[in-house]
């Protein structure tokens, strides 16, 4: 039964969650790691309803569990159920695949629900607000009430308004996807990554038209900041990509070590406070912002990233691994981190047996036929991938 555990909710292939998950190890807080996609093939569900409330059961091939309450609840990645298609007869594996998603969001709201859900001390995050924190249209919504400055904005799948937008702003204009979005190509991992287009580099408007995009006018930016927020507690990098000209808009894309600057930093009062505010709007007890700092100082909002990968910043001097297991540890929504004498370090983490433990057990579950760990509907997922997001 989970009493005072700590229940990480994840896919495969999530270094960050595995990571985290052997530094509590280490720390003498084992968690539960509960792999979504386990359900239906190697996880059951159960329901019972006695008359005088409920009991969530989940039986797994390692261990029973009936769900009632934990000390922290990480909801770190989301994945869609993998039912076992070899057993069906073909007509039936579109009401599998739906019925086996229906019922384990069915079973994952009875959780998440405030009232009669699962008793946690601490969410990070809640499944409702993180997915609805995912929004970039509420983000910028959010953003300018609270007074932030955001770039002049599009999101459209309109043609025409897309033009006449990259028209009115010197016709050129910043492109980013609504989501992350990935794919696998021969030999290569390929991500949407934020671009600048023209009108000439535009698709024509019949591919334009299936499809949402986020435009937006190019800010002439003096450096970027990555944030993570968790608890109470800020950690804060600046990045100072170099003279590489206004189309590098994205720093992870052309990252050159020797060219590229990042340092910690501490963020100005008012602006940290704008992302705790921000927070608390979408209920999130931890999230990571990306901020811009134009050549006039001011501080302009990109985006927020409920579930951003965080464990880079340890190349930098910032403890991350160490203050944020030590957040789940806590189970504090309130947590302020104190700094230690000797944090544990991500890279020690790294070369653990354990680590290498959780590793493998993981990718012997999860390895298909065609050797790729995991997989999404059907289509392959590669492990431990974009540390950067």
């Given at each position: 039964m989970i009493a005072d555990e700590i229940v990480i909710f994840t896919r495969c292939g999530d270094l960050h969650a595995v990571a985290v998950a052997a530094a509590l190890d280490h720390k003498g807080h084992p968690p539960l790691l509960w792999y979504s996609s386990?359900?239906?093939?190697?996880q059951t569900y159960s329901i019972y309803f006695p008359?005088?409330?409920?009991?969530?059961?989940?039986?797994?091939?390692?261990?029973?569990?009936?769900?009632?309450?934990?000390?922290?609840?990480?909801?770190?990645?989301?994945?869609?159920?993998?039912?076992?298609?070899?057993?069906l007869h073909p007509d039936d594996h579109g009401y599998a695949r739906k019925a086996s998603s229906v019922y384990h969001q069915s079973f994952r709201a009875l959780l998440d629900?405030?009232?009669?859900?699962?008793?946690?001390?601490?969410w990070a995050n809640r499944p409702i607000n993180a997915v609805s924190a995912e929004s970039k249209p509420l983000q910028l919504s959010l953003a300018t009430r609270l007074g932030w400055p955001v770039p002049d904005t599009l999101i459209s799948n309109d043609p025409l308004r897309v033009r006449e937008f990259i028209r009115a702003h010197g016709g050129r204009a910043v492109h980013k996807s609504l989501g992350s979005y990935w794919w696998?190509?021969?030999?290569?991992?390929?991500?949407?990554?934020?671009?600048?287009?023209?009108?000439?580099?535009?698709?024509?408007?019949?591919?334009?038209?299936?499809?949402?995009?986020?435009?937006q006018e190019l800010v002439e930016k003096k450096r970027e900041i990555r944030a993570l927020f968790f608890g109470r507690t800020?950690?804060?990098?600046?990045?100072?990509?170099?003279?590489?000209?206004?189309?590098?808009?994205?720093?992870?894309?052309?990252?050159?070590?020797?060219?590229?600057?990042?340092?910690?930093?501490?963020?100005?009062?008012?602006?940290?406070?704008?992302?705790?505010?921000?927070m608390a709007q979408l209920g999130l007890s931890t999230a990571s912002f990306d901020l811009m700092v134009?050549?006039?100082?001011?501080?302009?909002?990109?985006?927020?990233?409920?579930?951003?990968?965080?464990?880079?910043?340890?190349?930098?001097?910032?403890?991350?691994?160490?203050?944020?297991?030590?957040?789940?540890?806590?189970?504090?929504?309130?947590?302020?981190?104190?700094?230690?004498?000797?944090p544990l370090r991500a890279q020690e983490i790294y070369d653990s047996a354990r680590l290498k433990d959780l590793l493998a057990e993981e990718s012997?579950?999860?390895?298909?036929?065609?050797?790729?760990?995991?997989?999404?509907?059907?289509?392959?997922?590669?492990?431990h991938g974009g540390n950067y997001g």
């Open positions: 386990d359900y239906p093939q190697r008359g005088n409330g409920f009991c969530c059961e989940i039986r797994r091939q390692d261990r029973d569990v009936v769900i009632e309450r934990a000390r922290s609840f990480w909801f770190r990645r989301a994945f869609a159920p993998l039912p076992d298609y070899s057993k629900h405030e009232t009669v859900g699962l008793k946690a001390s601490l696998q190509e021969e030999d290569a991992l390929a991500f949407a990554n934020t671009s600048v287009v023209d009108e000439e580099g535009l698709p024509n408007d019949g591919v334009l038209r299936q499809t949402a995009e986020i435009y800020c950690f804060a990098v600046e990045i100072d990509p170099g003279d590489r000209g206004a189309d590098h808009v994205d720093w992870r894309v052309f990252y050159e070590p020797s060219e590229t600057s990042i340092r910690p930093c501490e963020l100005p009062e008012n602006i940290s406070s704008a992302c705790f505010e921000m134009d050549k006039e100082g001011r501080f302009i909002f990109s985006e927020l990233n409920q579930a951003g990968q965080f464990l880079w910043l340890e190349a930098y001097g910032v403890p991350a691994l160490e203050a944020f297991s030590e957040f789940l540890i806590s189970g504090d929504p309130n947590f302020v981190w104190q700094p230690t004498k000797r012997f579950r999860y390895r298909t036929p065609d050797g790729v760990v995991g997989g999404i509907n059907g289509r392959p997922v590669p492990a």
